[in-house]
């Protein structure tokens, strides 16, 4: 049985990768050989545009990665996700592997770096998020940062933010996670500081009445 990954709309990179249940691909190639024993001959073909020996080289090594990444990923949904990716970026990026070499420890490398690239934008999201809600709770609320830790209040936060208009949004992610002064803002958006200004304290008012009716409701 076997799925297929797609990158974007180009039809080239649509490639069937076997499932982990499947049997190992031991299918003879020329001269009978195997395809693990053909496996340079494999990427040479591959590298001259021939997507069958792709498929096969991804029927190699796909339990490889995936087993590297299942025990690596912070999430399960990540395998499938990661594993996806890395096959993607190695049928695009095919011509800068030297056949001969170890295909296995490349994709490894590469599965290495998406992985790393995942973790580091979930962390990053987090501590913006933690950030951006500290921000909000002393400015409209004047409550420490301690506050952070009621989860009703992080949750009313999360919720609110989520139903601010998109201008909105954009505005409150330019201020709290990118850090941009209002100068930077109105340079961006094309308003004056004062818009800015004006619009932010706005902002915020409407969130503070939005969470401090949802905690409302929920102690009633």
């Not at 990427?43 to 080289?57: K, M, N, P, S, T």
């Not at 592997?97 to 994709?107: E, H, I, M």
């Not at 109105?186 to 009445?209: G, H, I, K, M, P």
Request: a negative charge.
């Amino acid at each position: 049985m076997t799925t297929t990954i797609e990158h974007g709309s180009d039809t080239s990179s649509r490639l069937p990768i076997q499932e982990e249940g499947d049997p190992a691909p031991d299918a003879p190639v020329r001269g009978g050989a195997t395809r693990h024993d053909g496996e340079r001959g494999l990427v040479l073909r591959a590298q001259d545009g021939d997507l069958e020996a792709f498929e096969q080289l991804m029927g190699l090594h796909v339990r490889k990665v995936r087993t590297f990444l299942a025990l690596r990923a912070p999430a399960p949904h990540l395998i499938d996700e990661l594993t996806h990716e890395t096959f993607v970026f190695a049928y695009h990026h095919l011509a800068d592997f030297t056949a001969g070499t170890s295909l296995a420890a490349w994709l490894r490398a590469i599965a290495h770096n998406l992985l790393r690239a995942e973790v580091q934008r979930f962390s990053r999201e987090q501590r913006n998020r933690a950030k951006l809600g500290e921000h909000l709770l002393v400015e409209f609320n004047h409550q420490r940062p301690s506050s952070l830790h009621d989860g009703r209040v992080v949750d009313a936060l999360e919720r609110c933010l989520v139903k601010l208009p998109q201008d909105m949004q954009e505005l409150v992610d330019m201020k709290y996670r990118e850090c941009l002064s209002a100068q930077d803002i109105a340079d961006r958006t094309e308003r004056s500081v004062a818009w800015v200004r004006t619009t932010l304290f706005r902002v915020r008012q409407r969130l503070r009445d939005c969470i401090e009716q949802r905690i409302a409701g929920e102690e009633a």
